[in-house]
């Protein structure tokens, strides 16, 4: 069995809130968990103590375990200091699409062929 430390969310529409829970990796999101290490909360402003609520010595126990923390969770585990987390870099994603480049040589040989003109 494989276990996630993941965010299931509560709260009313359009405010979110999150359980940060153990639980089966085939669970639904919202499902049945194992067990729970906290709370987020998303609206909360950064630096208020309630944004993140979390039983750091639970959730160390459960990464010995073999618990794999999800993306978000892994982001706020390493906030408390509980793991370390890989920093993620992808340059190319930032770079403009096939077109938007086509676009801008094109634009740039037009205003090149336009100074040569004057």
Known sequence: MSL???????????????????????????????????????LAPKDCETRLVLDVEKAKEWLTKGAQPTDRVARLLDGVGAMKREPRNNPEKALPKKK????TAAAAAAAEKAAAAE
């Open 4 to 42: 996630k430390i993941r965010l299931s969310r509560g709260g009313a529409k359009k405010r979110p809130f999150y359980r940060v829970v153990v639980a089966d990796a085939r669970s639904p999101r919202d499902g049945r968990f194992i067990e729970k290490l906290g709370t987020f909360d998303p």
């Open 100 to 103: 938007a480049q086509e676009r």
